[in-house]
Nanobody
Framework: QVQLVESGGGLAQAGGSLRLSCAASGGTTWSYVMGWFRQAPGKEREFVVRIRINDGSTLYSDSVKGRFTVSRDNAKNMVYLQMNSLKPEDTAVYYC???????????WGQGTQVTVSS
């Protein structure tokens, strides 16, 4: 059983930056895919980015490509999301998720709020 805890959310101005962290515990995540998702009020949850823990390969949504960067620290069981050039439309609750390739995201964190003011 993998537990995920996000941190680092908060308030930023448009054009600013925030860094989210996701701490994984309770299991070995070497084979996992770690994803970041977000959900804005009144909207469906949307995919942001994913990273494969074993080889570091990434996939970004078009809405964040070039502005957000995902990384991992395998020694610390951490995944990070560096968010630059933030826009008001990035305002959402951001969730970290983990799962095995092809099997979907089985584990989810509790989410962290990101608010970007114009």
């Amino acid at each position: 059983q993998v537990q995920l805890v996000e941190s680092g959310g908060g308030l930023a101005q448009a054009g600013g930056s925030l860094r989210l962290s996701c701490a994984a515990s309770g299991g070995t995540t070497w084979s996992y895919v770690m994803g970041w998702f977000r959900q804005a009020p009144g909207k469906e949850r949307e995919f942001v980015v994913r990273i494969r823990i074993n080889d570091g390969s990434t996939l970004y949504s078009d809405s964040v490509k070039g502005r957000f960067t995902v990384s991992r620290d395998n020694a610390k069981n951490m995944v990070y999301l560096q968010m630059n050039s933030l826009k008001p439309e990035d305002t959402a609750v951001y969730y970290c998720a983990a799962g095995l390739p092809g099997l979907g995201y089985k584990y989810w964190g509790q989410g962290t709020q990101v608010t970007v003011s114009s």
